[in-house]
């Protein structure tokens, strides 16, 4: 297996409401990231999009992009793993240069939510016979993560209230980002209305359109295309139970655990080199569960990092430093490929006011359904 790069990025900014569509978004940073890698071609693209079918009555949207990018000829796939799409997408593209059997690959991401309504499809990640009919969504499972959380370590809902106060502070200096103007405080986020008790509105991650792609090439011809090549350090990835109820505990995120130990031995870097998380910050206290599972804190503490300011750019373990899920937006089949970016740009020394001070290794941690599925990634700098 031979060691893998990024040499190439794009991502457009995140809108609430795109007019676009979807084969022209995505051809747009496929174009770009080509451009940005100093190539006309790659060996194989891979979409990733999660609800195409449901919202624009589109199917076999990877050779729809690569013929509007002008790719006709290549390998295309779409790659699905629910809300982790973009993630699996990633990883299938680099096990394909891995291996050897593709030389260059070009990975996208692209969702336009705003079309028709997301919920109802969204809640499909979810157990169909077993679940859904009980009127289980998304939104409702990690309500009741919270619920459970705020039970077990007496804690309140404003517990989790800095996490979306960092995102929104680290999105107003990111271009990209949905939220780039609005400035949210503490109080905010406390007054903000109900979506599921305890869940309230800057508690999860709004719906949004955008698209962004990243170009993979063998780490021994990545200075060919790239004076600032970002390696990818391991790439893993691992299930839970399938249900919440079915977990022994559902607050230990067993899938994020297992799939971040397996990329640390991977990579064979302790858990103390890792400089910045970019983690699935699509509800709060799936951050805090992160942050608890991969063992940034203890169990009960995830919490703690946020309100001490840990998490901040000049924090121990800073997350979401462009945003993240909650204030960039969260375009599902788009979004660890705008991690990625945000990622290489902070590796390369490319994020602007967000730039945090010489990071060499940073972590990817992108989360399916209810925690059900987790990829993890390491990147290292050149």
């Not at 990018?69 to 796939?77: F, I």
């Not at 949004?208 to 790439?235: K, N």
Request: hydrophobic share 45%; charged share 20%.
């Amino acid at each position: 297996m031979r060691d893998v790069s990024v040499i190439g990025t794009s991502q457009l900014p995140v809108k609430k409401r795109c007019e676009r569509s979807i084969r022209t978004l995505g051809a747009d940073v496929v174009r770009a990231a080509l451009n940005d890698a100093g190539l006309e071609r790659v060996d194989a693209l891979y979409v990733s999009n999660m609800l195409s079918d449901e919202l624009q009555s589109q199917k076999h949207v990877a050779a729809l992009v690569a013929d509007e990018a002008g790719l006709a000829g290549v390998e295309a796939l779409q790659v699905r793993a629910a809300t982790a799409s973009g993630a699996a997408a990633l990883r299938v593209a680099y096990m394909a240069v891995s291996s050897g059997l593709v030389e260059t690959a070009v990975v996208v991401g692209v969702e336009k939510m705003s079309d028709l309504i997301p919920t109802p499809a969204l809640a499909k990640a979810l157990d169909a016979e077993r679940e859904a009919p009980d009127g289980a969504t998304l939104i409702s499972q990690n309500a009741l993560a919270m619920r459970l959380y705020m039970e077990r370590y007496n804690v309140s809902a404003d517990a989790f209230t800095h996490f979306a106060v960092n995102a929104h502070r680290n999105a107003r200096q990111n271009p990209n980002a949905i939220f780039r103007e609005k400035a949210v405080t503490a109080d905010m986020v406390r007054a903000s209305r109900p979506i599921v008790p305890p869940i309230r509105l800057y508690d999860c991650a709004p719906i949004c359109d955008g698209a962004a792609a990243v170009v993979l090439a063998p780490t021994a011809r990545a200075t060919q295309f790239s004076d600032t090549p970002v390696r990818i350090l391991a790439a893993t990835g691992a299930t839970d139970r399938f249900r919440l109820s079915d977990r022994s505990d559902p607050l230990q995120l067993q899938a994020s655990h297992l799939s971040a130990a397996q990329a640390f031995q991977e990579a064979d870097i302790e858990r103390s080199a890792v400089d910045f998380f970019e983690l699935h910050d699509a509800f709060s206290i799936m951050s805090c569960l992160q942050l608890e599972a991969v063992g940034f804190a203890t169990p009960g503490c995830g919490w703690q990092l946020a309100e001490e300011g840990a998490i901040a750019l000049n924090g121990r373990i800073p997350i979401a430093t462009m945003g993240g899920l909650k204030a960039r937006g969260h375009p599902i089949g788009a979004t660890a490929v705008y991690q990625t970016c945000e990622i290489v740009q902070q590796l390369t020394g490319r994020a602007g006011p967000n730039q945090l001070t010489d990071p060499h290794i940073a972590m990817l941690q992108s989360i399916g359904g209810a925690a059900t599925t987790v990829f993890t990634f390491l990147f290292g700098g050149a």
